[in-house]
């Protein structure tokens, strides 16, 4: 049992994480109609802005943290507004290898940042442990959860409860019509990459906080995210919560308990779950789990 719990905790944390990054797709999603293929590539970009903070000009780990988000939402209102803005118009499809390009792009300059270096984020938890429900789990586990889940909290009231937020639903539900009403669309579109370049460079420090840090190639861990956008639904915040803490989960239980019961899967089977997942998903319920089902008239 304590196996399990400890198991059930590191997933949750690890889907927490996943959450994030995906609700930085969903917010580009509904605000542009473009899944944003190079969220990856930001939120390694994210750690190594935070680990240059901490070890390069000694800043304490909250305070690199939030100078790391502020440095990727700068960045990713740039990237909307040199790449992204001159697609205004053309097909998603289209706009969508574009963000593609611009993860290759990132991740090569990511790379020469970093690499060949294991980056630490300077986190305050290290490999501590605490006792929860009578069993002994990483606090790191429990920072990581309460830290994501709460940084989407803020997201979602904001989104709900401020004019900028509302202005930004306006464009996600109709750019024509939010643009005739007054509502700059563009600048719609640069909010909407500042906050998902944000959100990126957190899950980033969320991902490298103990154990073994972060190099380079951990930009195609985050890819974890679009099995989560696709079981919650490519438009739902709602639905990458829960999506995320489900494939969490589901992908720590695995790394603990196939090796033992079901050998013949392989090695490292965990990290085919997620993606089994969401060809299931698709399979299944192709709008995801909360996700907005397009109507239309033939």
Known sequence: MEILIATIVRGVGIGSTYALIAVGFVIIYRATDVVN????????????????????YGLPFPLAVVGSMAAMALIGALTERVALRPMVGQPPFSAAMVTVGLFFALYVLAARLIGSNVITMGDPWGLSRVEFLGTTVGQVDIAKTIISLTAIAVVGVFLQRSK????????????????AQGVNVGRM????????????????????????????LDAFVALKALPVIILGGLDSIKGSVVAGIFIGVAEALTRTYQPGNADFLGANFDVVVPYLIMVIALMVRPYGLYGTKEVQRV
């Open 37 to 56: 293929f190079a969220q990856p590539a930001l939120v390694i970009l994210g750690a190594y802005f935070n680990a240059l903070f901490v070890f390069n």
């Open 189 to 216: 579109f640069g909010v909407s990459w500042a906050m998902s370049g944000a959100l990126a460079a957190l899950a980033g420090v969320m991902i490298g906080t103990a154990g073994g840090g972060m190099v380079a």
């Open 164 to 179: 900028l937020g509302l202005a930004m639903r306006a464009t996600a539900l109709d750019q024509e019509v939010a643009l």
